[in-house]
């Protein structure tokens, strides 16, 4: 079946120690972007990328990185830098065309860190 | 910059009642793009609809049916004779074009909270 597949469903790490996020997906999708979701608010938008071997910065990407060697992969990682670092990340991909393509997420990810 | 909200943090309804869920936009485009995602309580996204600025039509897709108004930059979702697995998260969100280096990035509300009780 084709989707997004992200791992560990839960995450748990101590704080001052980096911790990279899994997504893949098998949908062939050229696009990918990282969410991340706080309790009682919208998703925002970490990092994404349009092609293999480039992305750029969403709108709240202190403290994170990403790479996207591989067209079905793009891990997300979380710094020590990031200051708020608990919270359910999520991975989508999408078509990429002249218009628009609806997202399709993976199931998330959700990170704690104490 | 692009907005979007959706006042209603959280509604109630009992199983077959009809539920109107408003979301409300803000953009400078004139082309744009509109979503509305059901979050479950498993936490993934689940796509429901796509309409684009040009397209005012309204849309029914079983029991649900979707309501854009681009004068009163609404683009409301009802439930009819909603069901208890109709209670999730529903978010709205707004999307420019590629062309536009819009990047096909999606500018979410908050999300409304729906429960359906039995």
């Known amino acids: 079946d084709g989707g997004i597949t992200q791992s560990p469903k839960y995450l748990f790490r101590k704080e001052g120690q980096n911790v990279t996020l899994s997504c893949e997906q098998n949908l062939n999708h050229d696009a990918m972007y990282w969410y991340r979701q706080d309790p009682g608010q919208g998703l925002r938008l970490i990092y994404y990328?349009?092609?293999?071997?480039?992305?750029q910065k969403g709108d709240i990407a202190e403290g994170y990185s990403v790479s996207r060697e591989k067209k079905e992969s793009f891990p997300l990682t979380v710094t020590s830098a990031q200051k708020n670092p608990t919270a359910f990340y999520l991975c989508?991909?999408?078509?990429?065309?002249?218009?628009?393509?609806?997202?399709?997420f993976g199931p998330g990810t959700r990170l704690t860190v104490t | 910059a692009q907005k979007v909200t959706q006042a209603q943090t959280e509604i109630s309804v009992v199983e077959k009642e009809d539920v109107t869920l408003d979301c409300v936009y803000e953009?400078?485009?004139?082309?744009?793009?509109l979503f509305w995602y059901k979050q479950p309580p498993s936490g993934e996204l689940v796509f429901l609809i796509r309409?684009?600025?040009?397209?005012?039509q309204n849309e029914i897709s079983g029991r649900y049916s979707w309501n854009f108004q681009k004068s009163t930059s609404s683009f409301n979702f009802t439930i009819t004779a909603s069901q208890v697995v109709d209670s999730a998260v529903y978010f709205c969100a707004l999307s420019r074009p590629w062309l536009t280096g819009g990047g096909n990035k999606l500018t979410f509300g908050t999300g409304t909270q729906l429960k359906v009780e039995l």
């Open positions: 953009t400078r485009d004139t082309t744009y793009y």
């Open positions: 309409r684009n600025s040009f397209d005012e």
């Open positions: 990328s349009q092609i293999v071997n480039d992305f």
């Open positions: 989508a991909s999408s078509a990429r065309g002249l218009t628009v393509a609806e997202q399709y």
